[in-house]
């Protein structure tokens, strides 16, 4: 799970693996305690074979341009990810 406060939403975001479907998903919230919205999805875990985990919003992304990094099991490696907040 990763968390920190992003400029362009003047909120704070996370990201996490859900449980089920292993799918990486974004929340907001006004403050680091809540309340959290719903789950929005990013990268389904179909798009990306091997077993995804771990997302990390990248220090320096605070704007609508947001990166990540993402690992990869089958691959055991990390790789940077991209994605334009609404």
């Given at each position: 799970?990763?968390?920190?406060?992003?400029?362009?939403?003047?909120?704070?975001?996370?990201l996490?693996?859900d449980?089920?479907?292993?799918?990486?998903?974004?929340?907001t919230a006004?403050?680091?305690?809540?309340?959290w919205?719903?789950?929005?999805?990013?990268?389904?875990?179909?798009?990306?074979?091997?077993?995804?985990?771990?997302?990390?919003i990248?220090?320096?992304?605070s704007?609508?341009?947001?990166?990540?990094?993402?690992?990869l099991?089958?691959?055991?490696?990390?790789?940077?990810?991209h994605t334009?907040?609404?």
């Amino acid at each position: 799970m990763s968390a920190q406060y992003n400029q362009y939403l003047k909120q704070y975001l996370v990201l996490y693996t859900d449980g089920g479907s292993n799918d990486v998903v974004a929340r907001t919230a006004p403050t680091p305690q809540g309340p959290w919205s719903p789950e929005q999805p990013l990268v389904s875990s179909f798009q990306m074979p091997g077993g995804i985990y771990a997302p990390m919003i990248h220090p320096w992304s605070s704007g609508r341009d947001l990166y990540f990094n993402l690992s990869l099991w089958s691959a055991y490696d990390v790789m940077l990810m991209h994605t334009v907040l609404p």
